[in-house]
Each structure stands twice: as C-alpha cells, then as structure tokens.
C-alpha cells in the first residue's frame, strides 16, 4: 500500500475557478511534505515545501495546508488559469531515511476554457 | 543558470540488454538523485549520490546500478532489461549534504526507457 495517498485522481476545472486536492500520508517518521507540479513529459517543479511544524504555505495562486497530527495535507488552486493543467504530486520526506522521498500518485488537473 | 540535463531523452533496449542513462546537476550541487516513473504509477525512489558516494537506495534489484564522477555528473546502468523497466527515468540535483530531506531537489526532464 502506497504510503501517500491523492485524491482524486483526476479532476476537470473551469478556467477562473477554485480546485483543493488531497493528500493523505502515513510515512513516519515524518520529516516534510512538499506539492509539485509536473507538466506532461516533464521533470516535476516544486511549489512548495512544509515541515511538521508549518500549517500553510504558498506560492502566488497556490495554497498548502499541512495537518501533521492527522497525517493531511492540502493543496488548493485559486483562480485556475488553462496553465494549471498538469499532474500535481504530494511527496513525503522521511526523517530517519536521508535521501528519500515517497511520492503520491498524483492528480491530474485538466482546466477547461 | 543551466537546469539539471538528461540523455538521452528517449532509450529503446531489448529485453536482456543493458542501459545507460546519463544525468548532469545544477553547477555547484552535489547530491544526484534518480527516480523511476512506470505508466500510470507515481515516482519510485532508485538511488541518491552525493559527493561520488551512494548514500540510499530504494526498493530495486541490485540490476540497478549507478554511479557519480568527480564532476558530480552521474549515471544510471540497468542490467538485464525487462519489460517492466520500461518507464520515464528522471534524475534530480541538489545543493548540500542533508539528503534531501530539508533541501529542495531540481528534476530534470527525464529519459524514457522502452523495453521491447
């Protein structure tokens, strides 16, 4: 069982509104969670990067939450631009494993003119 | 600045062959870090390299193997192919020695491995 689970899989948006994407976690021990943007047949950017201690944080028109007691995470799209189409991916640190990183299997985000 | 490069962008092996990707980091970074990512699937962790070391290594045969040069630049062999290694491999670079873990990782654009 994957150790970082996205929802949903996919999702269809109109351009101009608001999307939230789900990330539900049980690495431990947990060292930072991150959200990247992955553009088809590119290497995934990272929007933005949260330890066990940050609740939320973002990046222009991106906005995380971090639940660390519940093992959740968020990531929400405000204003959502034909851009934003892409595969966004939560990925988890390991505090006790330098080097690695559990990756979700994404959700794909298709914006609509 | 120049990003983190890759080659070749694609590979087509048979079955049983060898591969080798290819991956240079950022200037100035020293940790190197591949990743698998099969069809449909979310980003395996394979190997990280730091200062020419292996440091970590996930959840793959010992058929994959790689190394780092002095130049930081690095290289990923997969030994007798199969099917199922057919996949996009990315490479990413960071800055430092903390593995990872609070450091931001910079992905390449990948190599896509077909195994026929």
């Known amino acids: 069982k994957n150790q970082v689970e996205q929802s949903p899989q996919s999702l269809i948006i109109l351009e101009g509104k608001n999307c939230t994407l789900q990330?539900?976690?049980?690495?431990?021990?947990?060292?930072?969670l991150r959200w990247y943007k992955q553009d088809t047949g590119r290497g995934p950017v990272s929007l933005t990067i949260m330890t066990f201690s940050e609740n939320t944080k973002s990046n222009g028109r991106y906005t995380a939450t971090l639940d660390a007691d519940t093992k959740q995470s968020s990531l929400h799209i405000t204003a959502s631009q034909l851009s934003d189409s892409a595969s966004y991916i939560c990925v988890v640190s390991y505090s006790n494993s330098w080097g690695k990183l559990q990756f979700g299997a994404g959700t794909q985000v298709v914006v609509t003119p | 600045e120049a990003g983190v490069t890759q080659s070749p962008t694609h590979l087509i092996k048979t079955r049983g062959q060898q591969a080798t990707l290819r991956c240079s980091p950022i200037?100035?970074?020293?940790?190197v870090y591949w990743y698998q990512q099969a069809l449909g699937l979310g980003l395996q962790f394979l190997l990280w390299?730091?200062?020419?070391?292996?440091?970590n290594r996930g959840n793959f045969p010992p058929r994959f193997s790689g190394r780092q040069f002095p130049n930081y630049s690095s290289e990923l062999n997969v030994n007798a192919l199969e099917l199922e290694d057919s996949a996009l491999y990315l490479c990413?670079?960071?800055?430092?020695?903390?593995?990872?873990?609070?450091?931001?990782?910079?992905f390449g654009p990948g190599t896509r491995l077909t195994v026929l």
């Open positions: 990413a670079s960071s800055y430092g020695t903390s593995g990872g873990a609070f450091v931001e990782q910079f």
């Open positions: 990330c539900n976690y049980t690495v431990s021990p947990f060292s930072n």
């Open positions: 390299y730091d200062e020419g070391e292996e440091r």
């Open positions: 200037s100035g970074h020293t940790s």
